[in-house]
């Protein structure tokens, strides 16, 4: 089975520039989550998708920044306009709603955007 | 805010030797995951403790809770370059948003 998968790996843009992250979840997990990793500070969550509603999205730094999940499958994340301060590594994660406490997050391999 | 507070921030010891990393955090949880980054890529959930749960192994690794100390540590024995990585504790809240700490930085020579 599939992980979950992001792409691009790698975003390099100038300042001002719009950049659009994808996430591919597991195929089956209702939530889908975003975080980011600025600097080698501690990853930050952004926010959180179960299917295609936005449950929390109280991470998200400002309204320079949207994301979507159409039809509650993949999840895109915009930047527009990029500042530098949004350099980071930028993580989807997802998990299946099993009814338990706790529902195992399986991590995407991050995509790194450079804003120069 | 953040959640959980790793020490130490980075770590170098040599192969066959133990690391060890703490962990601190403020509010009151249900579990604690211990995650692990290796360089470009992403995050893989190592282990995870239950509030009433004091201590917990998982081959290499040992995790202890302490819930009247609000604090957690890590314990990766006879270390081998491959634990190379960067490690992680983060707590859940009820929707299951993740909260990290800045994470310890572990470097294994050969």
């Known amino acids: 089975e599939a992980g979950v998968t992001q792409f691009p790996s790698h975003s390099v843009i100038e300042k001002g520039q719009t950049v659009t992250l994808r996430c591919d979840p597991i195929?089956?997990?209702?939530?889908l989550y975003w975080y980011r990793r600025v600097m080698g500070k501690e990853i930050k969550f952004l926010l959180h998708?179960?299917?295609?509603?936005?449950?929390?999205e109280s991470g998200m730094p400002n309204n320079r920044f949207l994301a979507e999940r159409t039809g509650g499958t993949y999840s895109t994340l915009k930047v527009q306009p990029a500042e530098l301060e949004d350099s980071g590594v930028y993580f989807c994660?997802?998990?299946?709603?099993?009814?338990?406490?706790?529902?195992?997050?399986?991590f995407g391999p991050g995509t790194r955007l450079t804003v120069l | 805010s953040q959640q959980g507070e790793e020490d130490p921030q980075a770590l170098s010891i040599q192969e066959g030797e133990n690391a060890t990393m703490n962990c601190s955090y403020k509010?009151?949880?249900?579990?604690l995951q211990w995650y692990r980054q290796n360089s470009g890529r992403g995050l893989v959930h190592l282990i995870l403790?239950?509030?009433?749960?004091r201590e917990k192994h998982s081959g290499r690794l040992r995790v202890t809770l302490d819930t009247s100390k609000k604090s957690s540590s890590l314990l990766i024995t006879a270390s081998r370059a491959a634990d190379t990585a960067s490690y992680f504790c983060?707590?859940?809240?009820?929707?299951?948003?993740?909260?990290f700490g800045a994470g310890t930085q572990v470097v294994v020579t050969p």
């Open positions: 994660a997802s998990s299946q709603d099993s009814g338990e406490s706790y529902n195992e997050q399986f």
């Open positions: 195929s089956g997990h209702d939530n």
């Open positions: 998708f179960v299917k295609e509603s936005k449950q929390d």
């Open positions: 509010t009151s949880i249900n579990n």
């Open positions: 403790i239950r509030s009433n749960e």
């Open positions: 983060a707590t859940t809240d009820s929707w299951g948003k993740l909260q």
